[in-house]
């Protein structure tokens, strides 16, 4: 729902201010006054083409800015969350008002905002159309695509329809997984098979060679070990001589690191019980030297271990690690991404093989489902057409009412020769406006009166059943007077239940039924400026002020005693007929 409308520089518009209630608003003005700027303003929002000829005189730019209600999770929320101007916590909050914004320089460069954020007018255009639809003399956004009329056409069919609707897209879609994987495999039996010896013959390899984990560098550390005997030998007797000492002959020489431990160890011997920081010292040296004659056992156990290897190890282990390697060139990086390829191929090739009994598996459930969605598509069609019907009388004693009576709305539902996600029939709705006319698809063969009419009965209609957020009408009453006019208003105000309505209009019969009356002014002290440029006002009347300009619609003078009484008579109408939304007159209502 738009709450706030900010226009400037639009027109003969210099600067207003539009504060929108819900249920029905209406605007009215003379003839020249800006009325027309007010529509344009709404369709610039809607990402309609801005031309410089509508920047003011003297503006460098012209800009429209609106304040709107929008749900949560509302689907121009989720619009724009997905242009980027919206996070997913936005989205699904309604904490703050939704702005939408558009300007148009006189240089024809234009500029458009949502939620604060720069956007394409493109993006602006499909915000947009998710809040508002315009019903104009020029364009009538709304029900014109084929899509927009079935799905019009399938909520007016009720939830019951919608329950079979859902089970059938539901099968649908499993239906279309299935014929393409049968598809897949049917028309790739060949590449498949391929690809089932290629599997097979690479398990094979990796199967003879019995990778383990880690292997890899378990051999890399034992290679380096083998390829470096000597020094890890004469390293390992060095320090074993260091620590337990070497050759007998030599030990005067070249006390080992054993020998000096157990020397101090006993150097204390004799006065450690006269000192217990003295013994814990002692004590200590002991575990030192325990741990020295250890390290020298297993240095010499070292030592003569690599006696024991040999080159035959070392090629064994070259050889080894080449199988590895060309394995992990073919399969992975490393061992283990090698083994992960084999688990997940092996898979792949157990499917690959059981083609013969899946596509025969498939080709049934194929076959069973096609003709389930067929017979549900049948019910479905059949249930659109009674719909269909339904929504035709309906719309016909609506027709009636705003001086049609001779205009038919027809719904054709046309059986299609493929399934498709709504079934197997395309849904149009087609108009004959005159008696004798042939049926012809909306916007064709009527005029922009007339088919604003159409669409505001198809709108009261649909409104119970998927509605809007907010309608915009403009001049919907083009052509039609008195009684006609007083229906179109009470078409209006029932639309305003169920949804915020915005209407241009120069009936008074149409704007007694308005919850907010909107006056474009003509202002006078600005339009007497010297530079010859014309500009309005716009603003919300009082009661008082309603009254005047009902009267003025109905006679042209706001101050006539007679049209300002029948002016007040129809707003006691329109308030007897709808109590809760329409405004009182600013003569009581007697009663009655």
Known sequence: MIEHLSISSLGVIDRAELELTPGFNVVTGETGAGKTMVVTAFGLLLGHRG?????????????????????????????????????????????????????????????ATAAGRGVPVSTLGEIGEQLVTVHGQADQLRLKSASAQRAALDAYAGPEFAAALRAYQDDFARFRELAAELEEITTNELERRREAEHLQQALEQI?????????????????????????????????????????????????????????????????TDQDPELEEIGRQLSEVSTLLTDAGNQLGVYAAGLDESGPERLAEVHARRAELDRLMRLYGTEITDVLQWAEESRARLDSLQGDAGRIEELS???????????????????????????????????????????????????????????????????????????????????????????????????????????????????????????????????????????????????????????????????????????ASDVRSLTDDERVGELARMLAGHEDSVSARAHADELLRQAAEEHPASAQSSATPIPER
């Open 51 to 111: 031309s410089p000829a509508a920047v003011r005189r003297g503006a460098e730019r012209a800009s429209v800015d609106a304040e709107l209600e929008v749900p949560a999770g509302h689907p121009a929320r989720v619009r724009a969350a997905e242009a980027g101007v919206l996070d997913e916590a936005d989205a699904e909050s309604a904490e703050e008002p939704f702005l939408m914004g558009r300007s148009v320089s006189a240089k024809g460069r234009s500029r």
């Open 207 to 271: 199967d003879e060679a019995d990778p383990q984990p880690g292997e890899d560098a378990q051999l890399r550390a034992e290679s380096m070990r083998l390829e470096n005997l000597e020094s890890l030998r004469d390293a390992a007797r060095t320090a074993q001589a260091a620590v337990a000492g070497g050759d007998a002959a030599l030990a005067d020489e070249a006390p080992s690191a054993v020998a000096l431990v157990e020397d101090a160890s006993q150097a204390l011997v004799p006065v």
């Open 364 to 534: 049934e459930q194929v076959k069973e489902m096609e003709a389930s969605l067929w017979s549900q598509a049948g019910a479905l069609r059949e249930k659109r057409q009674e719909a269909g019907d339904a929504l035709a009388a309906a719309v016909g004693e609506e027709l009636a009412a705003l001086a049609m009576p001779n205009a038919r709305l027809l719904a054709d539902v046309t059986p299609l020769e493929s399934l498709t996600r709504h079934g197997a029939d395309q849904a149009a709705l087609l108009l004959a406006p005159h008696a004798g006319a042939d049926p012809a698809p909306l916007g064709r063969g009527a005029s922009g009166g007339e088919l604003s009419r159409v669409m505001l009965a198809l709108e009261v209609v649909l409104s119970e059943h998927a509605p809007a957020s907010t309608f915009i009408f403009d001049e919907v009453d083009a052509g039609v007077g008195g009684k006609a006019a007083v229906q179109i208003g009470r078409r209006l105000a029932k639309l305003a239940q169920h949804a915020q309505v915005i209407c241009v209009t120069h009936l008074p019969q149409v704007a007694a039924y308005a919850d907010n009356h909107i006056r474009v002014f003509k202002d006078p002290e600005a339009s007497g400026q010297s530079d010859g440029v014309t």
